[in-house]
């Protein structure tokens, strides 16, 4: 079973400030979810990456595949950034995803 | 965009009920799922399914089951309720072979008295 470690669990940060949450994991994987999940339940696939970098608007996901290790990085942050991110590894031949515990993310006007 | 749709936002049902909790696909999606997330303990997953009529158990699945008679429509049952299943139930689908396109639910907010 794949052991999916975030960091940190809780980040307050003020508007503008760069941030990055971390994602481990312990077995070898075929790709990788970043999800947003804000208050109220829904959640939202930013990215499924399986190697190098994706970037969509001022979030910036990257992996490293050979250190099993995932890092979501957010440019000057807004009060809207503020959310749950969960990283979700998915093994090879199947589509069932692993979960880490998230990270909530509060971001100060 | 895929849209995965669940019937009910909130829901309270007495323990001993027997609960249907739908979900509802409109992308042609292979593959469809139900979650369960609690606090602390993130996001569980309690079956899913490849095809029609086709289901299995994932990590958590004792207390529920499920039905997929069409490929759009994924059913999670709750026998008979109790008061540890009150939680938030999400489900989600994606497409087969890329896995990709991985869409989840609004989630349902389950609550058993």
């Known amino acids: 079973k794949n052991e999916v470690e975030q960091s940190p669990q809780n980040l307050t940060a003020q508007e503008g400030e760069f941030i990055t949450i971390n994602c481990s994991y312990s077995?070898?994987?075929?790709?990788l979810h970043w999800l947003q999940q804000h208050p109220g339940g829904g959640i939202v696939s930013l990215f499924m990456?399986?190697?190098g970098k994706k970037k969509h608007g001022r979030l910036i996901a990257t992996i490293n595949i050979q250190e099993k290790h995932s890092s979501l990085h957010i440019t000057a942050s807004h009060p809207r950034d503020s959310a749950v991110y969960i990283c979700a590894p998915r093994g090879f031949g199947n589509e069932k995803l692993t979960f880490g515990t998230g990270t909530r993310l509060t971001i100060i006007p | 965009d895929v849209k995965v749709t669940q019937s009910s936002r909130y829901l309270v049902k007495r323990t001993g009920e027997k609960v249907f909790l739908e979900c509802v696909q409109d992308m042609d999606h292979e593959n469809m799922f139900w979650y369960r997330q609690d606090p602390g303990l993130g996001l569980r997953l309690i079956y899913f399914?490849?095809?029609?009529?086709?289901?299995e158990k994932g990590d958590i699945p004792e207390g529920y089951s499920v039905s997929r008679e069409k490929k759009e429509r994924f059913s999670l049952i709750l026998e008979s309720a109790s008061t540890n299943q009150t939680s938030m139930y999400l489900c989600a689908s994606s497409l087969s072979i890329s896995g990709g396109g991985y869409t989840f639910g609004s989630g349902t907010r389950l609550t058993v008295v």
């Open positions: 990456l399986s190697s």
């Open positions: 399914s490849y095809d029609v009529k086709m289901k």
């Open positions: 077995v070898g994987i075929s790709a």
